[in-house]
């Protein structure tokens, strides 16, 4: 599976971007999907995530702004992101995990290149 991710930028406080992630390969072993994001000096941080049945999952600082969806027929994961703060800054890597296609099927984990959000005061 190979993950190619997009939409990063600059926008002031209080704007909106949506990042994309487009899956190529074998992307019906995919199950889970994620955004993550890493600022400087910082760790890489689970910002949302969806099930291959739709359930989500959000940290509490985003909760209420960002959301995020995946196209199962353009085999795309988004995230739409509202009313950004100057605090989620960062860079933003799309994540798929499923199990291998050969045996022993073991359980893979996939990274796009990461996208730059840079969100100014």
């Known amino acids: 599976v190979q993950l190619q991710a997009s939409g990063g930028g600059l926008v002031h406080a209080g704007g909106s971007l949506r990042l994309s992630c487009v899956a190529s390969?074998?992307?019906?072993?995919?199950?889970?999907m994620a955004w993550y994001r890493q600022a400087p000096g910082k760790e890489r941080e689970l910002v949302a995530s969806?099930?291959?049945?739709?359930?989500?999952n959000y940290i509490d600082s985003v909760l209420g702004r960002f959301t995020i969806s995946r196209d199962y027929v353009k085999d795309t994961l988004n995230l739409q992101m509202n009313s950004l703060r100057p605090e989620d800054t960062a860079v933003y890597y799309c994540?798929?995990?499923?199990?291998?296609?050969?045996?022993?099927?073991?359980?893979?984990?996939?990274w796009g290149q990461g996208t730059q959000v840079t969100v100014s005061s």
């Open positions: 994540n798929a995990e499923g199990p291998d296609i050969t045996p022993p099927y073991s359980e893979r984990s996939y």
């Open positions: 390969g074998s992307v019906f072993t995919i199950n889970h």
């Open positions: 969806i099930s291959r049945v739709g359930s989500t």
